[in-house]
C-alpha cells in the first residue's frame, strides 16, 4: 500500500507570492491534517479536513488556506508568502475510522518550502 | 496553557546503550500521548499511543510509560543502535476532539554515536 505522498517535494518562492501544495492520503483514508514545523516552533497544526469538509483549524493567519477533494486528496495553499512562512510542510492521513483522536497518523514526507 | 516540553533538548549516546527522554504535560482535557520519531527529512513515525489508563507501552526496543497523576511520560530507548539517530516527538491530544486537537513538544534530538 502507498504511503502518503506529498508534492513538490522542494519549493523556492519569493516574498509576496503565492504557492499550493499537494497531499495524497493513503488509499481509503478520508482525514488529512497539514503542520508546519520550524527550528524554532517545532510542529505546530494548520488544519484537518475528513470528508471534504474542514473539521479543524490551527491558530495560523487566514493567508493559510486548505481544501480537500472528493478523492481525499488535499491541498494547502499560502497566499503573500512572508520570510517566515519557510518551513516543512507535512501532510498526515487517517484511517477512515471516525477520525478520533486515537487513529493513528501516517505522515508524509513533507514539502520543504523556503521564501525569499 | 496547554503545553508540552520535553528533556533534554538533546541527547549523545554511544551505540548499545540505553536513554530515556521526558515529556511532562499541562494540557486538559486529556485524551491520548503519542510518541513519534522523526527521521531528518523525513515526516514523524508513531512509536506508541497511549490512553489515560495505560501505563506503559512498548513497541520492540522503545518502551513508553506515561503517569497521568503526575502528568509525565517518558520513553525508554533500550540498547541504542545507530538508526536510533533522530528527533523524538512527544504530543497530547486533547479529549473530544479529532486530530486538530493536539499540542505538540519540541522535541528530542538524539545522535547514537559508534
Known amino acids: 500500500k502507498a504511503g502518503v505522498t506529498q508534492t513538490p517535494r522542494y519549493l523556492i518562492k519569493t516574498r509576496g507570492q503565492q504557492v499550493t501544495l499537494s497531499c495524497s492520503p493513503i488509499?481509503?483514508?478520508?482525514?488529512v491534517s497539514w503542520y508546519q514545523q520550524t527550528p524554532g516552533q517545532g510542529l505546530q497544526f494548520l488544519f484537518e479536513?475528513?470528508?471534504?469538509?474542514?473539521?479543524n483549524k490551527g491558530n495560523f493567519p487566514g493567508r493559510f488556506s486548505g481544501r480537500q477533494f472528493s478523492n481525499s486528496r488535499s491541498e494547502m495553499n499560502v497566499s503573500t508568502l512572508e520570510l517566515g512562512d519557510s518551513a516543512l510542510y507535512l501532510c498526515?492521513?487517517?484511517?477512515?475510522?471516525?477520525?478520533?483522536?486515537?487513529?493513528?497518523?501516517?505522515f508524509g514526507p513533507g514539502t520543504r518550502l523556503t521564501v525569499l | 496553557k496547554n503545553q508540552v516540553e520535553q528533556s533534554p533538548q538533546s541527547l549523545i549516546i554511544l551505540e548499545g546503550k540505553n536513554c530515556t527522554l521526558q515529556?511532562?504535560?499541562?494540557?486538559?482535557?486529556?485524551?491520548?500521548l503519542r510518541w513519534y520519531k522523526q527521521d531528518t527529512g523525513r515526516g514523524p513515525v508513531s512509536l506508541t499511543i497511549?490512553?489515560?489508563?495505560?501505563n506503559t507501552k512498548s513497541n520492540g526496543r522503545y518502551t513508553a510509560t506515561l503517569d497521568a497523576d503526575t502528568k509525565q511520560s517518558s520513553l525508554h530507548i533500550t540498547a541504542s543502535q545507530l538508526s536510533d539517530s533522530a528527533s523524538y516527538i512527544c504530543?497530547?491530544?486533547?479529549?473530544?476532539?479529532?486530530?486538530?486537537?493536539?499540542?505538540f513538544g519540541k522535541g528530542t534530538k538524539l545522535s547514537v554515536k559508534p
Open positions: 497511549m490512553t489515560f489508563s495505560e
Open positions: 504530543v497530547v491530544f486533547l479529549y473530544g476532539g479529532s486530530q486538530g486537537n493536539l499540542i
Open positions: 479536513y475528513f470528508s471534504e469538509t474542514q473539521r
Open positions: 488509499s481509503g483514508h478520508r482525514s
Open positions: 515529556c511532562n504535560y499541562t494540557v486538559s482535557p486529556f485524551s491520548n
Open positions: 498526515a492521513s487517517s484511517p477512515p475510522t471516525s477520525g478520533l483522536s486515537t487513529d493513528t497518523q501516517y
